[in-house]
């Protein structure tokens, strides 16, 4: 798996956005509406509506991944 990094938007639950660490963070994510969320690898746990392929083909065309989970390990501070 590819490491990310995670942010997650403040004003709705659960909505998160996964960057590559290698790419550049997408202009949408500043002005303070964002925050980030930490890191994804292989070290630890990946949010459970996180989908590796559905991030590839996202990645592949968009440079950034889109997901909501209901996991409350990675919900908003």
Known sequence: MRSYNLFRLK??????CA????????AFLGGGRWTFGGKLDDHGPA??????RAADTAI????????QTVDR???CP
């Open 73 to 75: 390990r990675f919900t």
């Open 11 to 16: 004003s709705v639950e659960g909505l998160c």
């Open 47 to 52: 949010p459970l509506d996180f989908d590796g």
């Open 60 to 67: 592949r065309f968009n440079g950034f991944y889109l997901f």
């Open 19 to 26: 960057v590559p660490e290698a790419c550049a963070v997408p």
